[in-house]
């Protein structure tokens, strides 16, 4: 992963493409794989994500 400094002031979605995990995203999200969701959000450093607010 890249130094969490290079992420701040990024939106979500930026994070993402940034990352390389946009594309590996939507499976998690349409299956509700919460699990697979919060290893996504630890790896972009938003790990208190309320994945809630993707409902």
Do not use: N
Request: aromatic share 10%; glycine share 10%; hydrophobic share 40%.
């Amino acid at each position: 992963m890249t130094e969490r400094a290079d992420l701040s002031g990024m939106t979500v979605t930026e994070r993402l493409a940034f990352c390389g995990l946009f594309d590996g995203f939507d499976r998690p999200r349409g299956h509700w794989d919460v699990e697979a969701l919060r290893l996504i959000f630890a790896e972009i450093g938003l790990e208190g994500y309320d994945i809630e607010q993707l409902r």
